[in-house]
Structures are given as structure tokens and as C-alpha cells.
């Protein structure tokens, strides 16, 4: 199987402008290769500020469901990503950016990061969609071709390129490849890809969800474990109505207009997704109120929260949110 890194150019004279090009399989990418050791791979780096050694360690999951227990996490120090059982770091040394590869029974897994990485014009070439793809927050693009043939020594490729990443210099790009001899790998190689994540950007919390739910009169229901139930309103007649936001760790959970209808007009919100343990939750008011309150969510039990916005000219305490949380589910008067 010829390598993938065949297709990657580095440049050794980057002021000069002089460029090398290596379509050997032998000698990929200004690269040496080296099987007497699976722990680590050590490049030289320039003129990027990346890490220069990879490490594998076993790990829980912490990619897409496709991941399981038995797979790698590789760490260029950059990136990670994901690796299945039985893949096997090849000591890939680059002269110009850090690059790596793996092999495993017919599958091959390399990487390019840096300056003069390659795109995706090949895979395009071959009859690719390019699909976007988010990575933790950092946006992406891949595409796999199943008519590679001869020119990579295998009949499908799946290649991920990722640019304006927030951790690195501007001009810094990521390529990284699978290679593979049977078309039932498709899944587990666009899997791979997708594991793919940057040193120092934080990967939005996207497991926290919520949907309005009943009216105050309609049955309210029991909630499972884990589950939170948000009940809010606007008891002020002076600000009626007012559009209030509520976030919970961050993530807008409310976004309404309430109207205060007697005082008696709190409506619901089941918010899912929410991990055990205690979470953040803030409230702001378009009148300019702002409230922000703790709340705790055992590991086997739910949650009822009520949010009141508040407002009487004659107040001194202005405009104001009050809150509360209870074990148990909610009755109003």
C-alpha cells in the first residue's frame, strides 16, 4: 500500500521559496520511517511552533458514539485524535512540519500540520463530496472516494482539512488521511476523522437542550432522573410584557416575551442534557434585571426550578428576579 504522505510537498527553504515534492512511497513527504518503536514520534518542526513528539494513550471514549473503549488517543501536542485497536504508530519524521502515520491491517491513518499541508484537491479530484464537518467547535471539511485505484495503492481515501484553527498561526493548516482496501472501513474512517481535536479551544457543551413544555394547568407529568423542569413568569403589571433570557452553564435554555396575566402565567421549560453536580444558571431581563443563581443535580434525581421576575414602581429593590429549587415537583397558588 503506498503510503498517503506521498501526496504531501514540503517546503526546506522557506525564505528561498524552493519546494520539494516526493511521490515516492519510499520517500514521502521529505520523510523516514521507522518500526522499532510504537510509543512515540519525534519530527523536526519549522516553521511552525508545534510540539515535536506523539503519544498514545488508552483512554475512555471521548469522541462520537463510534468510538469505543478499545481505541487510541493520539497526542501530537496541537491535536488529538482517535485510533482503533490494532494501528500502529510508523515513527513518520518531517523536515518542515510535524507530521505522522499509522498502518494497521488494511488501513493507513497520516497527518500533516503545518504551513504546507496539503487540501483536499485530491480526494475533490476523485469524485469527493466535500461535507462540512465541526470539530469541537473548529469547522472542517472532508470527503471520502472510493476510486483512489492505483495512485494510492488502495481503492478508498477519506482526507480531513482544517484551517483558520484558533490555537495556531493563521497560516497553519491540518491534513490528515485514511487509506483503506475495503469499502465496509467507509464508516470507521469518517469516524476517525471526526475525532479530530485542538489543543487549548474549549468544545462547546452541545448535550445541554431545552423545549418548552406545558402551561401552568396542564398536568405537569413526572421527570426522570437527570431532568430539570424550569417553571417562569412576569408577576410585574408595569413591565408587561418583558422579554427575559435564561442560560444554564452557558447555553440559552429561555428566550421569551412573558406577558403577566394575573400573576398567574408560568410557563415550562425541560431542559436535558445536564451532567450531575452543580451548574450555573442566569437570568437578564430586557428592563435590565439581572440574577445569577447555583443550583445542585443529584445523580438520580430531578430537578424543579421556578424563575419570577419581579417589578412595583414603589420598590426599592427595582427590578429583580427571584429563584428557587425544589426536589419535588411544583405547585403554585
Known sequence: MKTLLAIVTTCVALVAGSCSSSPDAGDAGNSTTSTSSTTSTTVDVAPTDAPTSTSTTTVPPVGPACVDDTWTMVDTGPFTFM????????????????????????????????????GLGDVERLGATIVPISLGGVDGEFGTSGAAGDEYGTDFITHLAVKNI??????????????????????????IVSTVRFSGV?????GITAESAQPLGEPQGDLAAGEVKLWVSNQSFEDDPVSILVTVDGVDVVEETLFVEGQHNWIAFDIHGLEPGEHTLVAASSTGAEHVATFTLPEDEPRWLVLDYWYYPEDVEGRFFSFNESDQAVAFA
Open 83 to 118: 485510533i482503533p485497536d490494532g494501528v500502529v504508530d510508523q515513527n513518520a519524521q518531517g523536515i518542515d512540519s510535524l507530521v505522522g502515520r499509522f498502518r494497521g491491517e488494511g488501513i493507513e491513518i497520516a497527518f500533516d500540520y503545518g504551513w504546507f499541508s496539503p
Open 166 to 191: 484558533p490555537s495556531a498561526d493563521p497560516s497553519t493548516l491540518l491534513w490528515l488521511g485514511v487509506s483503506y482496501d475495503d469499502e465496509a472501513f467507509t464508516e470507521t474512517a469518517e469516524c
Open 202 to 206: 474549549v468544545e462547546p457543551d452541545e
